[in-house]
C-alpha cells in the first residue's frame, strides 16, 4: 500500500504539461505535482487494517495515477462529501483541483483550489497558486490572474515558478487591457530573466501591449529583437503579422508589405488568409488596387470560413471600384450587401460610389438617402451626407449643393471631412459666379491644417481673385502655386495665369515675358488651354505696337488652336498692317469678311479690309465689304467710319449728292464720334459740288458755327461766302 501512495505522489508531482490554444496565443500549464500526503496507511504495518475514508482516498490516487482523471475527481470528491474534516482533506481537495486543472475544467479547479490555499499547513501554496493563476486566466480571469500571480512572485520569490508566473503576468495585464502595466511586466521579467525559454512569450506580448498603446516604433523594435533572436519561436507567424501592423500604423506601409508577403510565404493554409488578407488592405493603402483585389479575392474565394473571409469581400468590391471595374464592384459589393449584415451598410455605400463612377448621379442619391436615414445611423454618416451633397452637385445643382455642404460644415467641425465640405462649398459658390463668397471659403480652407484640399483651395481661390479682377492679389497666388507644382503641365498653366493678370492689368512687357516661354512649350500647342497663351502674348506684343512679332504669335496660334478662331485672325490682320504689309493684310482678312456681319471681329476685319481696298484704289472692292456693315447692327464706333469712307468713295466717283447724305448721316447720327465734325464740313463741300448751293450754305454755316475751333471753320467760312 505504502508503495503505491508514493507511485501516486511522483505521477502527481509530475503532472502533464500540456498547450492550451487561448485568444490565439499558445502558452504552456505550469507543472501540477502531488501535496505532501501523510496517510495512516504510510506509517502503519504492512499488515495493518486499512479503514474504508483511506481506502477510497487510495483507490482514487490509483485512478490519478493511471491518468484517469475524470474518475479520480469523483472519488476525491466522494471522500471529501463524506469526510470533509479528515487530516488529508487539504491534499484531497488539492488532487480534486489538479484533475480538474488536467480536465481543462477550470471554474471547478478555482472552486477546490480556494479552501486549499487557506490551509496554514498546506505546504505547496507556490504550486497551487501557479495553478490558480493559469485557470484564472484560461477562464479570462484576468484581473484576478494577474493578482494571483503577482501574489506568488512576491510572497515565494525562490520558487521555482516565479519564472512562469511572471511570463504569465504579463499575459494577464495585456488580456485584461494594461497594456502599459504590461509593457513595464515584460521589461521588468527581461531584466531579471535574460535567458529564460519564455523570453519569446514576453517578448511578444510586450509588443501586443506596446501596439495597443499606439507605441508603434517600440513594438516594432520588440518583434524584430524577437525575429533576430527566437527564429523559430511558437510566436514567430503572429510577430511577423504584428510586425507589419506596427509598420503599417507607421505609416511604412511598403515595408509592411515586405512582412506581409513574408508571413504568406511561411504560413501554413489555415494562416494564410490572415496573410492575405493584412497584405491586401495594404496595398489598397499604397494604390495598388489591381494586386488588392487579387490578394482579398483569394482570402474570399480559398478560405470561406475564415474569420476574414466576410471583410476581405467588402475591401476586394472597393479595391474593384478604386481600379474601374464598376461591374465587377457591383457584383462583389451586392453580395456582401445581401449577405453580411455587419457590412450592408457599407457595401451600399460602395454601391453608392460605382453609381457616382458611373456618373449615375441620381441613383446614388437615393441609396444614400437610404443609408442616412437608417436607425441607428450608420458609423459612416458623416461620408454619406458629404457623397450625397457631391451628387447634387455634380447634377449641377449648385445653388442647392452650396447649401448641403454649409450645412454639413456646421454639423460637422471636427471631421476629417470638413475641409472637403468647405472646398466644394467654394466650388459650387464659384460656379454661381459668386466669387466673394467662394473666396471666404477658400480662406478658411486656408486656415485649417494641410489636407488634400489645401491646393485645389489655392487654385481656386486664385482663380475667384483672377475673376474679381484682382490682378495682383491672384499674381500672387499663382505664383505660390507655380512654386509647389510638381506637375509640368500644372506648373505652365499657372505661369500662364500670372501672364494673364500682368496681361489684364496693362503690363504688357511683364505679361510678354511670362507668357512667351509657355507658348514655346510643346505643351501649348496641344492643350487647347494652355493655347490661348499664344493669343495673349500675340496681343500684348500687339499693344505694344510690336507688329512682326505680334504676327507671328498670331499666326502660330492659328496653326495649332481649334474652335473659333476669327478674333485672332482679325489681330494678325491688323498686325500686319501697322507692319505696313497691307499684301498679306489683305489676303489674311478677305476670308473673314465672308463671316457672319453680326460677329464682332467679322465687323472689324470689313472695315479694316475696306480701308485697305480703298487706299489699294479698289474702291468697289471696298464700298462691297463697307456695305456689309451698313447693313449690319453694327455698333457706333465701326458704323461712323464705315459710313464716312463710304462717303469718300461716293465722293471720287463723283456721286456729290451720295456723299452728302452719308456723310449728314455720320454728324446726325454719331455726333460724339472723332469723325462726325469734318464728316459734317465735308457733306457741304459735297452739297456744294452736287450743285445744291442752299443747303450747301446751310451746311457750311453750320458747321462754322457749331465748331469754332476746328482747323476747317475758316475753309467752311470761305466756301459759304463762295456759295453766296
Not at 248 to 254: E, F, H, L, R, V
Not at 281 to 287: I, M, N
Request: with cysteine.
Amino acid at each position: 500500500m505504502k508503495s503505491s501512495l508514493t507511485e501516486w505522489r511522483r505521477a502527481l508531482r509530475l503532472a502533464c504539461v500540456a498547450s492550451a490554444a487561448f485568444t490565439g496565443v499558445a502558452f504552456a500549464k505550469p507543472d501540477a505535482a502531488a501535496p505532501n500526503v501523510r496517510l495512516a496507511a504510510d506509517s502503519a504495518p504492512q499488515s495493518q487494517e486499512v479503514d474504508a475514508a483511506t481506502k477510497k482516498l487510495m483507490a482514487a490516487h490509483g485512478l490519478f495515477q493511471r491518468g484517469l482523471f475524470k474518475l479520480a475527481a469523483d472519488g476525491y470528491r466522494e471522500f471529501l462529501a463524506q469526510n470533509p474534516q479528515h487530516p488529508e482533506a487539504t491534499n484531497a481537495r488539492y488532487a480534486l483541483a489538479v484533475c480538474a486543472y488536467r480536465l481543462n475544467d477550470y471554474p471547478a479547479a478555482i472552486e477546490s483550489i480556494g479552501p486549499v490555499l487557506k490551509d496554514a499547513k498546506f505546504e505547496q501554496k507556490d504550486e497551487a497558486l501557479a495553478v490558480l493563476g493559469y485557470c484564472q486566466l484560461a477562464g479570462k480571469q484576468y484581473d484576478a490572474a494577474q493578482n494571483t500571480f503577482a501574489d506568488l512572485v512576491v510572497k515565494y520569490p525562490k520558487s521555482k515558478h516565479v519564472e512562469s508566473a511572471s511570463v504569465y503576468q504579463v499575459q494577464a495585464l495585456n488580456l485584461g487591457k494594461k497594456h502599459e502595466a504590461a509593457a513595464t511586466a515584460a521589461a521588468e521579467f527581461a531584466k531579471n530573466f535574460p535567458k529564460s525559454a519564455e523570453r519569446p512569450t514576453a517578448l511578444y506580448f510586450e509588443a501586443l501591449s506596446l501596439r495597443a498603446l499606439g507605441r508603434n516604433e517600440e513594438a516594432a523594435a520588440a518583434l524584430t529583437q524577437l525575429n533576430q533572436d527566437h527564429p523559430d519561436s511558437k510566436y514567430k507567424l503572429d510577430a511577423i503579422l504584428l510586425l507589419g501592423q506596427s509598420l503599417d500604423a507607421q505609416g511604412k506601409t511598403d515595408a509592411a508589405i515586405e512582412q506581409y508577403r513574408q508571413m504568406l510565404a511561411l504560413a501554413p493554409e489555415a494562416r494564410k488568409a490572415d496573410a492575405h488578407y493584412s497584405l491586401g488592405v495594404a496595398l489598397y493603402k499604397t494604390g495598388k488596387y489591381e494586386e488588392a483585389a487579387k490578394e482579398l479575392g483569394a482570402v474570399a474565394t480559398d478560405s470561406p470560413t475564415s474569420p476574414y473571409a466576410k471583410p476581405a469581400k467588402l475591401q476586394q468590391g472597393l479595391a474593384q471600384l478604386a481600379i474601374g471595374k464598376t461591374a465587377d464592384a457591383r457584383r462583389t459589393l451586392s453580395a456582401v450587401a445581401q449577405d453580411d449584415a455587419a457590412r450592408a451598410a457599407d457595401a451600399q455605400s460602395g454601391l453608392a460610389q460605382c453609381d457616382i463612377a458611373d456618373k449615375k448621379f441620381d441613383s446614388a442619391r437615393n441609396t444614400l438617402d437610404s443609408l442616412a436615414q437608417l436607425q441607428p445611423p450608420p458609423p459612416n454618416l458623416a461620408q454619406v451626407l458629404l457623397d450625397r451633397a457631391v451628387c447634387v452637385m455634380e447634377l449641377g445643382k449648385f445653388e442647392d449643393a452650396a447649401g448641403e455642404f454649409q450645412s454639413f460644415a456646421g454639423k460637422y467641425p471636427r471631421s476629417p471631412q470638413f475641409s472637403e465640405a468647405v472646398y466644394r462649398q467654394a466650388f459650387c459658390l464659384h460656379k454661381l459666379g459668386k466669387y466673394e463668397q467662394s473666396h471666404a471659403a477658400c480662406e478658411q480652407v486656408a486656415k485649417l491644417p494641410a489636407s488634400e484640399m489645401t491646393t485645389p483651395a489655392a487654385e481656386l481661390d486664385a482663380e475667384n481673385l483672377f475673376l474679381l479682377a484682382k490682378y495682383p492679389e491672384a499674381q500672387k497666388a499663382f505664383t505660390s502655386l507655380a512654386a509647389g507644382a510638381k506637375d509640368d503641365t500644372a506648373k505652365l498653366r499657372y505661369q500662364f495665369r500670372q501672364g494673364q493678370c500682368e496681361y489684364f492689368a496693362g503690363n504688357y512687357d511683364r505679361a510678354v515675358a511670362l507668357l512667351e516661354p509657355v507658348s514655346q512649350d510643346p505643351l501649348a500647342a496641344k492643350s487647347p488651354d494652355l493655347q490661348q497663351a499664344i493669343f495673349l502674348l500675340g496681343d500684348a506684343l500687339l499693344q505694344q505696337k510690336k507688329h512682326e512679332e505680334a504676327a507671328g504669335a498670331f499666326k502660330k496660334y492659328l496653326a495649332s488652336a481649334k474652335g473659333e478662331k476669327r478674333e485672332a485672325q482679325c489681330k494678325l490682320g491688323l498686325a500686319q498692317i501697322g507692319a505696313k504689309d497691307s499684301d498679306a493684310a489683305k489676303k489674311t482678312l478677305a476670308p473673314l469678311t465672308q463671316g457672319p456681319p453680326d460677329d464682332p471681329w467679322v465687323q472689324r476685319a470689313l472695315i479694316e479690309y475696306g480701308q485697305l481696298c480703298y487706299n489699294a484704289k479698289q474702291p468697289d472692292e471696298a464700298a462691297k465689304a463697307l456695305g456689309k456693315l451698313a447693313n449690319a447692327n453694327t455698333p457706333a464706333d465701326l458704323a461712323a467710319p464705315a459710313t464716312y469712307l463710304l462717303g469718300w468713295i461716293d465722293f471720287d466717283a463723283k456721286r456729290y449728292a451720295q456723299a452728302a447724305e452719308k456723310w449728314k448721316t455720320v454728324g446726325e447720327n454719331y455726333p460724339k464720334h472723332a469723325l462726325a465734325a469734318d464728316a459734317s464740313f465735308q457733306s457741304g463741300v459735297a452739297l456744294k459740288e452736287a450743285g445744291k448751293p442752299d443747303e450747301a450754305l446751310a451746311a457750311l454755316q453750320n458747321f462754322a458755327a457749331s465748331h469754332p475751333e476746328s482747323p476747317n471753320a475758316f475753309k467752311a467760312r470761305q466756301l459759304a461766302a463762295a456759295v453766296l
